[in-house]
T-cell receptor
Framework: NAGVTQTPKFRVLKTGQSMTLLCAQD?????MYWYRQDPGMGLRLIHY???????AKGEVPDGYNVSRLKKQNFLLGLESAAPSQTSVYFC????????????FGPGTRLTVT | AQSVAQPEDQVNVAEGNPLTVKCTYS??????LFWYVQYPNRGLQFLLK??????LVKGSYGFEAEFNKSQTSFHLKKPSALVSDSALYFC?????????????FGAGTQVVVTP
């Protein structure tokens, strides 16, 4: 099993450009999450999904959109990138019930200039 | 609303000495508690969790944590630290009343183990 994978690993954008981050999991997890990690702030939840076709806002959703068209994939979009979105982005997934812990991808380091 | 506090930005310990990383939490209901570790340029790795039962839980790499309901704490411990334990450690809490499995993370504690 590959677990949780993220593409790309690194990206540099100019202000105003758009991009999509892809998260894929092969563990048949129902729940998927997008976080951003900034120094001294831990991980903050951007958006999450509790199943195919269902998404919800987390703690810091502004400037981001998500889609979950297939159970195994969760996409994070930036429509018009801003320097404040420079961060490391992590995707995670978990089962609906049972073990409860989240499994994390390796991260995407995004720089917006 | 749930919250997690990790009062120490950094913990320094000599190899072979005991390691403790502190965590306190606040939730409206009963908590699920987790510890994760992050090595440089890597994603978070699950270490251990408290769901119910014995207050002392054991996890990966020789780590353990003690759930203390009265003090709302879940401190991470290792009896004898290794240089390879140097990493960023995150405590996280999930409120049982949250149906969507959302976790609230602490800001993280950098552990530095010196030879």
């Amino acid at each position: 099993n590959a677990g949780v994978t993220q593409t790309p690993k690194f990206r540099v954008l100019k202000t105003g450009q758009s991009m999509t981050l892809l998260c894929a999991q092969d563990m048949n997890h129902e729940y998927m999450y997008w976080y951003r990690q900034d120094p001294g702030m831990g991980l903050r939840l951007i958006h999450y999904s509790v199943g195919e076709g269902t998404t919800a806002k987390g703690e810091v959703p502004d400037g981001y959109n998500v889609s979950r068209l297939k159970k195994q994939n969760f996409l994070l979009g930036l429509e018009s990138a801003a320097p404040s979105q420079t961060s490391v982005y992590f995707c995670a997934s978990s089962y609906l019930s049972g073990s409860y812990e989240q499994y994390f991808g390796p991260g995407t380091r995004l720089t917006v200039t | 609303a749930q919250s997690v506090a990790q009062p120490e930005d950094q913990v320094n310990v000599a190899e072979g000495n005991p390691l403790t990383v502190k965590c306190t939490y606040s939730v409206s209901g009963n908590p699920y508690l987790f510890w994760y570790v992050q090595y440089p340029n890597r994603g978070l790795q699950f270490l251990l969790k408290y769901i119910t039962g014995d207050n002392l839980v054991k996890g990966s790499y020789g780590f353990e944590a003690e759930f203390n309901k009265s003090q709302t704490s879940f401190h991470l411990k290792k009896p004898s630290a290794l240089v390879s334990d140097s990493a960023l450690y995150f405590c996280a809490v999930r409120d049982l009343t949250d149906s969507w499995g959302k976790l609230q993370f602490g800001a993280g504690t950098q552990v530095v183990v010196t030879p």
